[in-house]
Structure formats: C-alpha cells, structure tokens
C-alpha cells in the first residue's frame, strides 16, 4: 500500500488524471503475456518526461516502493506483473521519436514507441532497423531493449543489443545519466549501454535511446520448404549454416503449428507437412539468386518434398506475418499456452528438436514446437489447461528437463524472452550460482533499496530457488 | 454508486452468463490493441483496450474485483466495433464476450434517471413495435414527441450531450409520411432479366427513418435480376438490445425474425445495414440455449448477405455505372468489415463508377463513433473518434462519403455538420449512391446509343479500364 503521502507527491509530479488508483486501472495492468501470472500494483503512474520519471524514482526510492516498468506488456516471463505491488511506471506519454538522423544513420526516440513505427520510419528514408519481434506491430521499443528482444531477422541481422547505441537512464537513485551516444566506437569506462540492454527493468529505467540504421537492403526473397518429418527439417538448419549461408530468417513450424496459423491467417499455408521452414534471404539481386538456389538444394538434400518461393511481395508479406501470430494462434486449440524460449547452438537443432519430441511423451503432455530455428531459438509451446493441475505438474516437469537439456547441448534457458518470474528458478542452470552472485553485486550496488521491479531475474537474498505459482 | 447487493448481484450475474472458455481463449498477446478505437483514443489506456476488458471480465467473474463505476465505465465506453476480432490469433470472439458482460451489468446496474428513460424509451417502447416505429417516424419524431425532448431538458441530459443530439435533428433525412410507410409494397419482380430470388431484410430504422435508402435497395437488387419478397411480419434485428444488455429482447425478435424469413423461402436474406446483417448472423449464437431454435437460427444466418456482395456476385460492377466527376471515399461499418468481413466488395463496386475518383482514407477500417447509441450515451468519446474521422475525411479531399450502414451515415452527417462542411461534402448510403450512378449510366447509355454507337463503345472501355 501507497502512504498518503506519497500518493499525493506521486500524483503531484505526474499530475492528478496521470496516476490511477482505481480498481479497474489496478487489474488492467496487473498482468502481461505470461499465462499463469498476476499480481496488483497500488498505482498507475504515466510521466511526460524525463525528469519526471526522475521526480518519481526519487520518492519511490525514498519511500521504499517497488516500480515496475511496463511497455506494452506482450513480455512472456511474467516481466511486468508487479509482484510485489508498487507503482507499474507507463510510457504511454512518452511515446515520439524525437530525431531520424540520415547523415550519422541514427534514430532518437523515447520509450513508449511501437516497434513497428520505428521500422517503418525508417523505411520511409530508405534505411533498416531489422530488429523486428514476432510482437512488434504491439510491443514498444522500451520493452525490446529490455528484454534485448529478437526476432525473425536474428540470424543474419542480430537481435536488438546490436542496433542500441545509446541510452538515457534514471538510476534507481533518481539521478540521471547518458551513455554512448551517435558513435561508431566509445570505450569510456564500462560499456554500460550494454549492461542496461536486457535489464529486464530491475537496474533503472530507460527514458530515451540512440537506435542504429543500416542501409535497405535492396531485395529479398522469400521460401517455403515442406517435410515429412521433424528431423530432416532441422537437419536442413544446421547444413545452410555449415554451407556458410546466413539467411536473413529462418522459422521452423511444425505441423500443429502450421495448421493453427493458416487457420487463422488463410493464405494457403500447406498442413499436409509434419514441418515448415520458412526461409528468407535479403541483399543485392544476384547474391540473393545465388543463395536461395543453394538453399532449394540443400533443403532437398535433405528431404524437403516441396521447395517453393513466394511470387509477389505480398505473398511474402502474408508468409511472415502469418508466422508471427503462431503463439497466439496456437491458443486456439486448449485453454492455456505455455511456452518456452530454450536456445542451443546452430548445430544442436535437430538433436533439441528430437529431445522435446521425448520429453513430449514421456511426460504425456502435447507440445508444439516453432521458433526461430536459424538463432537455435526454439519455442517449444505446451497446449495444456491452467484448471486441470496434475496436467499442469507434468508441464512443469516436461519443461524442467527440456531446460536441462537445452543447457547440457551448450544452450541457454531464454534466448529472447528473458527470465522475468518465470525462469527465476532456473536462472542458476545457466549463470551459475557465481554467476548470479556477480549479477546480485551489480544489482545491489545500483539498487540498494532493491526497488526496481523487485522478484525478477533472481532474488535479492539468498533464496535462489523460489516457484513463483500462482 | 454501486450498493452491496447490487454488486452480489452482478457478481453472480457474471458468472452465469459468461463464456469462461472464451476468456481463457485470450492469451493476453496484446495484438489487438493497435487496432482499438478507445485504447488508442484514451492515449493507449489498458483499461479500455480489448485485453483490458477481457481481464475485467475474468476478474468479475473470479471475484478478484467488484463491478466499480470504472469497470462499469470500461465496458460501456467499448463501441462494440469488433475491430479486435479479425485480429485476434487466438480467435477470441469479443463481441460475443461484450453481450454477455453487458448483459450481466445492466440486469442489475441502477440506473440514473436520464440513462433509464432513454434505455427505456429506445428498448421497450420502440424499437420492439414497428408499427410505433412508423408512428413516431423516425429519430427526429421519436425524440420530439416521446417527450423526450422535455424529459431531456428537465433532467439536464441536454448538459450532457451537449451538440450531438441537437444536430442530429439537423442532419435526420426528411423521413416519409405514415401512410408511404405503411403501404409498402411485398413482393417486387425481377427487372430485365431473372437471377435469384431473394427476401430482403428491411430493418426498422431503415424501413422508417431511411426508407429511400430501403427502396434504393430494392431497386438495385431488381436491376441486379433478382425476385424479392418482403415478409411482413419481420422486425427489428435486435442488435441494438443484444448489444446494450437486453438480451431477452433481442431473443424474442430473432424468433420472430427467422419466423416471417422461414415462410419466404428465398436463396438469400438481404441486408443494407451492417451493424444488422452482423448481428442476424449470429443468431445462432444468441439463441445458444434453445436447442430447438439452433438449426432454423443457423438456416437463417446463413443466408444474410450483404447487397454490395449480391451485386457483385451479379456482375453489377460491369455495368454503365456513371456519376458526375468527383472525389469519393469509403467508410467501413465495422460490423460489415469485422464480423461479416465485407470490405472489398463495397470498394470494388464504387471504384467501377465512370466518374469516380476513389481515394482511400487513411484507417477508413475504424469505427466512426456512431455504434448504435454509443453517439448519444458516450457522446464525449464518440464525438472525439468522429474527430479524427472527420480529419482523415477532410484529407482525401471527398466530395461524397459513402457508408454502409444507417448509424454510420448519421454520424458521418454528424461530422460533416460539426465541421462546417455541409456544403462541400455529403455523406450517402452506397445503396442510394450506387443507383444514382446506374440510372445515370442507363441515361447516358441511352443517349449515347442514340447519337453514335461507337462512342458508347469508346465510354464503355474507358469505364473499365478506370
Ligand atoms: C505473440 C508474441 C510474440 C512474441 N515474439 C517475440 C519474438 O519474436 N522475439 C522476442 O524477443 N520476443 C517476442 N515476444 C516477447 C515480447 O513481445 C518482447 O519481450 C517485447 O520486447 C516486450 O515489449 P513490451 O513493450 O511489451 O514490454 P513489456 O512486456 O511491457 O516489458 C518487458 C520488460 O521490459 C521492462 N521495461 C519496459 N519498458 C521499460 C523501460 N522504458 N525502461 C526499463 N524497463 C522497461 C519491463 O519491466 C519488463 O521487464 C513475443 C510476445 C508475444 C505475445
Ligand atoms: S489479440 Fe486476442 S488473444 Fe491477444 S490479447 Fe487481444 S483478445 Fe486476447
Ligand atoms: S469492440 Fe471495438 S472498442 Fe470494443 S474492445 Fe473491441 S476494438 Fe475496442
């Protein structure tokens, strides 16, 4: 609970119609994307400005309230459930892109910006921000940076740490600094930009940040390649990779998931496979030419039954935005998703695939698996209903070993997601108990109050292996 | 305010009546926010984004929160426009969610005085009696003789709707005499050659208030070579109470409806308004607990079809359409585009017009504020969407909006009227735009034919090349 006086000053910098208290506002935003998870804030608080959320941080921190930052909430860690109540902070009035600088290919914006408007601004001037999150038509460019979001350009493009120049950031202090900058190179002192990257909210807040652009790239080409089963299509991943072909995307989907998407999206997707790998290549003409013909062949190598190329834009268009709604679409089939981000090196595909296939029945639950399969980012996504709990225990359980696994084949527990809540007991897989040790000093020497979005990534104490269930 | 045993009441309310699968259906991806007129509207305020309300709702029914005036807030303010649905990947049928909330909220909700005559007035007394609807003709008659307009003023709703209703007295057509009303004709013959033979669905606001718009119907649906029949004892669709929480309401109309159309034997029910056509689909749905009324409701539904998708199943668009030269843009209905998914069949039609230069408006697809009473019991948001639409208007530089559906033509009338423009812009109902431009196309055809024959070629291929 707020103290009235902190109410009143909170209410007092935001202004009065900025900071809500209703029940209804508290339940609106007491939830993100993440099945499974919600929790009450006190307040909703929206700043116009920078110092502003600098005002705010300084009586939260003062007061020892949590604050939870929240973009468009599409995170799936449970990153913004507020969990230990507090104020979710809102960028919904901080939400221009302040500058396009075409002579140092630079854009400035403040956080609250969709995704999907910075990628077209860009277009507009004939560059490329290529970071592009199956949710980017929602998610904001706040919310990607801390989450150090991908997407379907990730293999030849990278994710978004690699488009962030700089930063502008409120300390959990209140005080605030500038990192970077418009600079090609800057090694003054500690690269703090990158340490902000995939914060996921707990060291401070971003109020504005410099993106990088690159030059359009001046086709592509789109390609649909068709399996009979699993195997040969991640096979086929790892052969484009060890050819030294690096696609622009590379989706894998299987069957369950292709018959979900084109249900929904009815552009003509084929539900005959057991899987699709939706390939894309971008570049000058004849290097696009060159390397969708060897990629046909590589596919057919390896088994692909039908190799086929998207004749128009819009086919093409129509082929990836179908792709991006397959999590959403997914939830057609049972009440509740719940999806995993587990990431094994290129090499490891096939054999991850493989692995969730029999974990998948040796736990009985059903499991569709789609992904960015070039990154060796899988979403193994579980159609399962949150009402039936011993369903839910062999869930839980099915995804425990798939972590391990994904870990034991060099991998990672969250290739994009992030840990949130939801992959706090599993974080020590990955970092190592020293690792999150490292993790707590840094968070404690900026955080000392531990205000910032407090019960995510790890825990403050020594507690380090809490199931967050609700 | 709410009382302790209104909120009990509501609360279990909810419970019964809400689609608990359908809730769950939503996985809180967020993909249908970009596209909600009051997220965006409200400076993308959860609260009144399609995800919000359907926490909401969740949270109603599992108790977690009580039906506070801001929840209460929340689900009025939605204009019931749908435009989440074609979206949504998880398939959430939203619309279906709304009737149901709505229908829990306003069994139980007090009222205030002004809210409760005006419900009362539009649901119970009128719109159920086609017959009164002629009496008071139309809107205009409605509001003036119900004593509403006194009602008004004594309760100071005037305070509350400052220019909306006032206006709309201005921009109401001239509505026909009771005796026009009454001796419409039943049955209407094919004219030149025979195609299909089809009922139309005349509505009740359409049948009184727009009736020129209703006989442009069926005198398109004639050219087009259909066979029509009027049942007579259709009604009122129901969707205006469907969507405001009289459900019962609604109910009983559907009945009657499927009723007088099951007689007419026909190959399609047509409609001329979206906002009905949507709702005489889903009858189905509203008479889920009737499992004696399930397969005449789905019969029925099935065959309402939209006029602007007749047409152009009957090559209408190939024919000598011609208007004098001008700009003209589309507004969707929403209920056309997002529950029957009719959208390119009213711009394909306008766009084979010899004279027309189509010019699309920038998210032509979003709601214009209109949502049935929305305009009159959430003026201030509605006249704020009609602001942005009528700015987006303003920019294609239109001389004729074109709409499909009664409430959207008052509200783009509205806007024209707010924003000054009556002399440079109007607002038609594309059933009357489309046979001005046939009976024009007939003339000049004719004229042509008579002066030279090549010329007419020469018009014709310029026609479709347009
Ligand atoms: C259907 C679907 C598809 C998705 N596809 C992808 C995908 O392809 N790739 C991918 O990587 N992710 C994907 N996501 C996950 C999610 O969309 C991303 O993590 C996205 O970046 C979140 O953005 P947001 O604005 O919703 O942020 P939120 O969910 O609101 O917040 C995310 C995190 O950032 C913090 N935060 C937000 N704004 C700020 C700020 N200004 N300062 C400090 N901290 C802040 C929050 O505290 C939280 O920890 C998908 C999600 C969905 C639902
Ligand atoms: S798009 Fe559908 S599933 Fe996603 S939040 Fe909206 S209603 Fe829910
Ligand atoms: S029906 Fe329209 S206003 Fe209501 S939630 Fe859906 S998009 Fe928003």
Known sequence: MLTEKARDQLASIAGQENMKTDTASLLAYSYDSTSQYQAMPDAVVSPATTNEVASIVQVCNNENIPIVPRGSGTNLCAGTTPLEGGIVLLFNRMDQIIEVDEENLTIRTQPGVFTKDINKVAEEVGLFYPPDPGSMHISQIGGNISENSGGLRGLKYGVTRDYILGLEIVLPNGKIIRTGGKLAKDVAGYDLTRLYVGSEGTLGIVTEATLKLIPQPETKKTMLALYRDLESAAETVSAIIANRIIPATLEFLDQATVRVVEDFAQIGLPTDAQAVLLIEQDGASEVVARDMERIAVLCKENNAFKVTVAESKQQADALTSARRTALSALSRLKPTTILEDATVPRSEIAKMVRAINDIAVKYEVSICTFGHAGDGNLHPTCLTDIRNKDEITRVEKAFEEIFHKAVELGGTITGEHGVGAMKLPHLHLKAGEAGIEAMRSIKAALDPNGIMNPGKVFTQAERNRVVVNK | ?466
């Open chain 2, 1 to 466: 305010m709410t009382g302790k045993k209104e909120k009990e009441n509501i609360q279990s309310a909810m419970k019964e009546r809400i689609d608990y699968d359908e809730l769950l259906n939503c996985t809180r991806c967020g993909f249908c926010l970009p596209s909600c007129p009051t997220y965006i509207e409200t400076g993308k305020n959860e609260v009144h984004s399609p995800r919000g309300r359907i926490a909401l709702m969740k949270g109603l029914v599992d108790g977690e929160i009580e039906p506070s005036e801001e929840v209460k807030q929340s689900i009025n303010m939605c204009l019931g426009c749908r435009a989440c649905e074609p979206v949504c990947p998880s398939g959430v049928r939203f619309g279906h969610l709304l009737e149901q909330a709505r229908d829990a909220l306003h069994q139980h909700e007090k009222k205030s005085v002004p809210k409760k005559t005006i419900r009362n007035l539009v649901f119970n007394q009128l719109f159920p009696h086609q017959n009164r609807m002629i009496r008071l003709t139309g809107l205009l008659g409605f509001y003036q003789r119900s004593g509403l307009r006194n009602t008004a003023k004594r309760l100071g709703i005037m305070k509350l709707l400052p220019d909306t209703l006032e206006m709309m007295e201005k921009v109401l057509p001239s509505v026909p005499t009771k005796r026009e009303m009454q001796q419409r004709p039943r049955h209407l013959l094919p004219i030149n050659r025979s195609t299909k033979k089809v009922a139309f669905f005349a509505g009740c606001l359409m049948d009184t208030v727009f009736r020129q718009t209703n006989e442009a119907t069926t005198k398109l649906l004639q050219y087009a070579g259909c066979e029509i029949v009027i049942p007579e004892t259709q009604g009122c669709c129901g969707a205006l109470h469907g969507h405001s929480g009289e459900v019962n309401n609604a109910k009983e109309m559907a009945k009657r409806n499927i009723e007088a159309f099951e007689a007419a034997d026909v190959d399609y029910i047509i409609t001329n308004a979206g906002g009905c056509g949507a709702f005489l689909v889903d009858y189905g749905h509203l008479l889920r607990g009737e499992p004696e009324w399930q397969e005449r409701a789905k019969a029925f539904s099935r065959k309402i079809k939209d006029v602007t998708s007749v047409l152009m199943d009957a090559g209408f668009d190939q024919l000598p359409l011609q208007v004098k030269e001008r700009v003209v843009t589309y507004q969707d209905s929403c209920h056309l585009r997002n529950v029957q998914r009719i959208f390119m069949e009213p711009r394909k039609l306008l766009q084979s017009i010899e004279g027309v230069r189509y010019v699309e408006m920038k998210d032509a697809g979003r709601c214009c504020g209109s949502a049935g009473i929305y305009n009159i019991t959430e003026s201030e948001m509605s006249m704020q969407i009609l602001d942005y639409k009528m700015k987006q208007t303003k920019q294609t530089r239109a001389k004729t909006v074109v709409t499909a559906n009664p409430g959207c033509l008052l509200q783009m009338k509205l806007g024209i009227e707010r924003e000054g423009l009556f002399d440079q812009v109007e607002a038609v109902h594309i059933a009357d735009f489309l046979l001005e431009a046939y009976e024009n196309g007939q003339k000049h055809a004719e004229d042509n034919e008579r002066n030279s024959t090549e010329e007419f070629h020469v018009g014709k291929t310029g026609k479709i090349t347009h």
